[in-house]
């Protein structure tokens, strides 16, 4: 399945990922962080059942700490 990660193209090796399967994957710890589906924020209890779907665009935004 193509979908879109972070503005660049990414290849996955399953046809029924799921956001929570991604995160994993890619070994993002995933404290501090929101993730985005199609401009959409998917909060983190939906992670693990929300399916993936070619052409998606997923963006993972990280907290910034700091002053």
């Known amino acids: 399945m193509k979908i879109t990660?972070?503005?660049s193209p990414l290849v996955l090796p399953?046809?029924?990922?799921?956001?929570?399967?991604?995160?994993?994957?890619k070994g993002i710890a995933a404290g501090g962080m929101?993730?985005?589906v199609n401009n959409?924020?998917?909060?983190?209890?939906k992670w693990d059942?929300?399916?993936l779907h070619e052409g998606d665009n997923?963006?993972?935004?990280?907290?910034?700490f700091g002053g």
């Open 14 to 25: 399953l046809h029924d990922a799921t956001l929570g399967w991604l995160i994993g994957w």
């Open 58 to 64: 997923v963006v993972v935004i990280s907290a910034a």
């Open 40 to 45: 959409k924020l998917v909060v983190r209890s």
């Open 34 to 36: 929101a993730v985005a």
């Open 5 to 7: 990660f972070n503005n």
């Open 49 to 51: 059942t929300f399916a």
